[in-house]
């Protein structure tokens, strides 16, 4: 049974940081691309940022150089780094394992006060 189990959502202050973590199971994690997407109350689900299998990466222009995805194989885990948080920032955090998987982890709540 393949499971994403995401963690580290939490409140936190503008220009705070939080580290997400979504740990994997049931999947051999390490040949799967792996992405986190966010949901905005009343917006549409957006990709934030992706790593390949091979540890590729790539983001959405308005957290480049604030975001850092990373993964473990070893742990089966990804994880996103935010820095210099915005209140804009705030939603729900998904965890994706892409295709041809394409499965959604539950979601984190990050709500960034000003």
């Known amino acids: 049974q393949v499971q994403l189990v995401e963690s580290g959502g939490d409140l936190v202050q503008a220009g705070g940081s939080l580290r997400l973590s979504c740990a994997a199971s049931?999947?051999?994690?390490?040949?799967?691309?792996m992405s986190w997407y966010r949901q905005a109350p009343g917006k549409q689900r957006e990709l934030v940022a992706t790593i390949t299998s091979g540890g590729s990466t790539n983001y959405k222009d308005s957290v480049k150089g604030r975001f850092t995805i990373s993964r473990d194989n070893a742990k089966n885990t990804v994880h996103l780094q935010m820095n210099s948080l915005k209140p804009e920032d705030t939603a729900v955090y998904y965890c994706?394992?892409?295709?041809?998987?394409?499965?959604w982890g539950q979601g984190t709540q990050v709500t960034v006060s000003s």
């Open positions: 049931g999947i051999t994690f390490r040949i799967y691309a």
């Open positions: 994706h394992a892409d295709s041809p998987l394409n499965y």
